[in-house]
């Protein structure tokens, strides 16, 4: 589709009268967008949930399709073979609006929902009560988040939602469209400012001479770099190798949330200058050579970009505490050192600047967003814009305006189970807590409500392994070993374990295997043993 | 020493209940109720660290929030020795601490297991509806932090005709209201 970011708003949810959410544990991890689905669900929609795990979104479901980890695009596939077989596609939209039809048609033959049963786990009945909803629906949409990503295969699963999305021309209008949740207040923000490997503002390629000729004369400068970047794990793995001699980390704490912990330990030991930007001396924090303490949010003032594409203007509600400055005030003051010239004098002066150089930001200056509740959304290309909550109405993102199905196939996950790690591992998080729990593991509510690291694992496996409930066992990998609290609970099938990787322990299991394309890491699936702890 | 609970500080005694005005109750639809638990902890920040609400999980599939129902006819209030319980005109069943001497008897006779005591000060604490907040104009803490908006505080028949609208329109739209039939907990799926 051209454009990697939720095309509709999460109230737009409301919309729909289907909601196919899969991999995304919203209830979870984004509690907020349920208020959306629900009112869906009480204005008549059917809700479709694909996870591995029974969780407290899926009891919104209506069809629950439980999925082994690691086959999204075999069930997506899957969901597409029926569509088009059962002459449920949207032909009007696919002649109209996209192009490539027939290559999908072909990639999805092969998946009939016998093979996909096989290599999924989930019954063709579903299977096709769930094609049916989607495609049927008057306005559907996806729902997804990292359950789809982080797989070597994050980038296809990407695609495969898209594909289905177009098939049944779900999408530009109110009630449609994928919707990828982002976790972060400003992780969108992030992105669209390219603070990405391979991009810059404005998802400008490296690679395309205009774009960064265009935003080298904005900046003053000769020339900017013409090749991409490391991605984390590949930061790691070259400061490992003593190809990278300094980081500077920012609000980050990869050791606890990079995969291969022990890797990642090792890797920031060999450096030659670790610097890290944070609130709190975290577990990276504490390797680092030198620390600059960051400002919390309700002491910095600025503008977030949300999942939604929603620029707005926050501001702040104390002064920073001690010492501790806004993260563009510390990154000023370094860049000054280092003689570049950085002259903000407030946080304005930085969205003036993103007005200048991102075209899709052109409109949304900081006058318009700070006296306008729910800000503006991008892309937003003059001052009198209203902004653009729905994306692709009329046209995609692409060349020629048109979307492109690519058909991707089935891959397995790169690590598979054998007889000496039997268990397959996935990860995910828990809603009592954030990410490497920098934040929430100082919090004595969250904390006493989530105390410590736990495995969930099936009766059955449990029953075989000795394993009695809140026991403390082992976990074991190829990558190392942690201990954890066994949860013995029905929510995932026999053969699969679940763990949050809000603690130190879990990344010490899961395996650094990339995304071909995104980079990203298989947080999702590892093989693993689980012993007593004696 | 112990710091005033806030509580206490609201005016109290014999408010006489008003003919026909109805209280405002704290509404649970359990349809909506997604065991986050945030209400359990804007609760803890609103009562100096104790909190009144607690969500029940049953089955990993059925979350319940459990909190004082403020009872017409409250048996907590009727059995208190010190009458330290007692109901604010038409509003809440609340706790004057200070006359609490820690008998637990209003435990014992709560249907819904809401009294709890606080070992520190030795004495009862139960949800207040956020009376220091009611005083203000403002909304219970749980019912404006809850993400998914299970939590509704209005009176009983305005929220009861919302419930019969939506009822309605799922009749006509020929919704069933049978939620999520195909889904069963994972404790009869295996």
Redesign the interface.
């Given at each position: 589709m051209g454009s990697g970011a939720m095309t509709n708003p999460i109230p737009d949810l409301g919309n729909a009268q289907c909601i196919f959410i899969i991999g995304s544990n919203l209830t979870e991890n984004h509690p907020i967008v349920s208020q959306w689905v629900l009112d869906a669900k009480e204005s008549g929609a059917k809700i479709i949930a694909a996870d591995p795990r029974y969780t407290p979104t899926v009891w919104m479901a209506d069809i629950f399709l439980q999925l082994k980890p690691g086959t999204d695009i075999a069930l997506l596939n899957g969901l597409m073979h029926i569509i088009i077989k059962e002459k449920l596609y949207n032909q009007d939209f696919i002649n109209r609006r996209t192009t490539g039809f027939a290559q999908l048609q072909e990639a999805v033959e092969e998946y009939d929902p016998s093979m996909v049963e096989e290599i999924t786990g989930v019954s063709s009945h579903l299977l096709r009560e769930a094609a049916g909803l989607y495609a049927q629906a008057k306005a559907a949409g996806i729902v997804y988040c990292m359950g789809i990503t982080q797989h070597t295969c994050g980038h296809d699963n990407v695609l495969s939602c898209s594909n289905l999305a177009l098939l049944c021309g779900q999408v530009g209008r109110p009630g449609t469209g994928v919707l990828p949740l982002r976790g972060q207040t400003n992780v969108q923000g992030a992105c669209d400012m390219g603070a990405l490997a391979g991009f810059l503002p404005g998802y400008v390629n490296v690679a395309d001479p205009n774009g960064r000729e265009r935003i080298a004369r904005l900046w003053g400068r000769e020339n900017l770099p013409d090749q991409p970047g490391l991605t984390v794990v590949e930061m790691m793995n070259a400061a490992w190798e003593g190809k990278i001699k300094g980081i500077y980390v920012m609000g980050e704490n990869p050791l606890v949330s990079d995969p291969h912990s022990h890797h990642v330990e090792e890797a920031l030991k060999k450096l030659d200058f670790l610097v890290v930007q944070d609130m709190f001396l975290s577990e990276t924090a504490q390797l680092a050579h030198i620390v600059l303490p960051a400002a919390s949010w309700v002491e910095k003032e600025g503008s977030l970009t949300n999942t939604e594409r929603r620029v707005q203007w926050a501001r702040k509600a104390i002064h920073p505490i001690d010492e501790t400055k806004a993260d563009w005030q510390i990154i000023c003051q370094v860049a000054n050192q280092l003689g570049l010239q950085y002259n903000y004098a407030c946080p304005e002066d930085i969205l003036h600047e993103i007005n200048k150089v991102i075209p899709a930001y052109s409109g949304i200056t900081p006058e318009r967003i700070k006296g306008r509740a729910g800000g503006l959304i991008w892309p937003c290309p003059t001052f009198d814009h209203p902004g653009t909550p729905i994306l692709h109405s009329e046209t995609f993102r692409t060349a020629d305006g048109l979307g492109k199905f690519i058909p991707v196939k089935h891959q397995p996950p790169a690590e598979l189970t054998d007889e000496e790690y039997p268990l397959l591992l996935t990860t995910g998080r828990v809603v009592m807590h954030y990410n490497a729990g920098s934040m929430t593991r100082r919090s004595a509510p969250l904390l006493k409500r989530s105390p410590e690291l736990f495995v969930e694992i099936h009766p059955r496996d449990a029953r075989k392994l000795g394993i009695s409930a809140h026991e403390e066992v082992k976990i074991i990998t190829r990558r190392g070993d942690t201990l954890a609290r066994a949860n013995i609970t029905s929510k995932l099938s026999p053969g699969i374990v679940f763990m949050p990787f809000h603690f130190a322990g879990t990344n010490i299991l899961t395996i650094d295997a990339l995304d071909k394309r995104a980079k990203i890491p298989e947080f999702k699936v590892a093989a693993c043993r689980i012993t007593k702890n004696i | 020493m112990e710091r005033c609970p806030a509580s206490f500080e609201v005016p109290l005694g014999g408010a006489a209940r008003v003919e026909g005005e109805k209280m405002k109750v704290i509404f649970m639809d359990l349809?909506?109720c997604?065991?986050?638990?945030?209400c359990?902890?804007a609760c803890?920040?609103e009562h100096d660290?104790h909190?009144h609400m607690s969500v029940v999980l049953l089955n990993?599939?059925y979350?319940v929030p459990m909190n004082c129902r403020h009872c017409e006819k409250s048996p907590c209030v009727v059995v208190c020795p010190t009458r330290a319980l007692t109901r604010l005109g038409n509003g809440p069943v609340i706790t004057e601490t200070m006359k609490c001497i820690g008998c637990r008897l209003c435990a014992m006779v709560c249907p819904f297991g809401v009294p709890e005591f606080d070992s520190s000060s030795g004495v009862m604490r139960k949800c207040d509806q956020c009376i220091h907040r009611l005083n203000e104009g403002k909304a219970p803490a749980c019912v404006v932090t809850c993400?998914?908006?299970a939590l509704t505080y209005d009176e009983v028949d305005t929220i009861m005709q919302k419930v019969k609208e939506?009822a309605a329109?799922?009749i006509i739209?020929g919704?069933g209201l049978e939620?999520?039939?195909?889904?069963r907990p994972?404790?009869s799926?295996?």
């Open positions: - | 349809n909506r997604i065991y986050c638990r945030t359990e902890v803890e920040r660290r909190t990993e599939r979350s993400p998914a908006r939506r329109k799922a739209s919704v939620p999520g039939v195909l889904v994972p404790d799926r295996h």
